[in-house]
């Protein structure tokens, strides 16, 4: 029997919904990638300094090509997680695509801008936003997949939340509460579906290299350079990767993972430093 994967938020290059779409299916799941729009939502930086060449491509009609082409399975459709049809579609999507849903992902968020400032700079609308993308979204998400994971007595349900969601970050108060939702979604949906061979995780990813890991809008701005600066303050030496989140992705998705539930996976190289890190002699981490 081949397990099917539904995962959200998959229209950039270089995102993390593609990389775990691509490890799920290299792992011999069939996979419904979505987003909303094709090719994902631009942040404000996206907005004003423009997308990279390098990360220039078809979006999901691109994504589905790749996954086939290395011999995986793949389907894509948009959709506005935010939207109670659009969720319910998404799903009822992936069953009838391929028969079944034994893996959602919640990956999908909305694009960083004008909430990333103090409280009184945040304009109502904007709170609305984040909380109806990333949390009401993942729960209508979570609503329509239940209700088959049940009738088949088993499901995974991963949702992607932020080291935001459990630790104190700056002019960030909508994008933190938030996250802290789908780790309290999380939480309480585990202890409902238990019963039913469901599992419920969260995975809360610290710096991941993404385009919305820089939120300065300067063209100029060396993005590489300023991302390997800031991968020397974490003990691993470097600034994650759509493959680090996929990986964790891939775990709790997967048959021996059945006994995990209820749980947040910190996903951040062991967290940034104030201080100077210890090194081997010579060693280059960027």
Not at 143 to 165: E, L, T
Not at 194 to 206: H, R
Not at 221 to 240: N, Q, S, Y
Request: glycine content about 12%; charged content about 20%.
């Amino acid at each position: 029997m081949t397990r099917v994967a539904l995962v959200t938020g998959c229209g950039k290059r270089d995102g993390m919904g593609q990389g775990i779409a691509h490890r799920l299916a290299a792992a011999g799941y069939a996979v419904l990638v979505s987003d909303r729009e094709k090719a994902g939502v631009l942040n404000t930086r996206q907005e004003r300094a423009g997308v990279p060449q390098r990360h220039r491509w078809g979006g999901l009609d691109e994504l589905v090509a790749e996954i086939r082409a290395a011999g995986g399975t793949a389907e894509a459709a948009l959709g506005d997680i935010a939207e109670p049809d659009d969720a319910q579609r998404l799903v009822d999507t992936a069953v009838e695509s391929f028969g079944r849903l034994d893996v959602l992902v919640n990956n999908a968020a909305a694009p960083q801008g004008p909430d990333r400032a103090d409280i009184e700079s945040v304009p109502l609308e904007v709170w609305d936003r984040l909380i109806r993308v990333n949390l009401t979204g993942t729960y209508l998400m979570c609503r329509a997949a239940v209700p088959v994971m049940r009738g088949q007595r088993y499901g995974r349900i991963v949702s992607i939340s932020s080291m935001a969601g459990l630790s104190a970050a700056p002019f960030s108060t909508a994008y933190s509460a938030s996250k802290a939702g789908v780790i309290g979604l999380t939480r309480s949906l585990a202890m409902d579906v238990a019963a039913w061979g469901i599992t419920v995780n969260a995975i809360c990813p610290g710096l991941v290299g993404t385009s919305r890991a820089i939120l300065d809008p300067d063209p100029a701005l060396d993005v590489d350079e300023t991302l390997t600066a800031r991968g020397r303050r974490i003990p691993v030496g470097r600034v994650g990767l759509p493959a680090d989140v996929a990986a964790a992705v891939a775990y709790l998705a997967g048959e021996d993972a059945g006994y995990v539930t209820a749980q947040t996976l910190v996903l951040d190289g062991g967290g940034f430093s104030a201080f100077p890190l210890p090194r081997p002699e010579g060693a280059d981490h960027g």
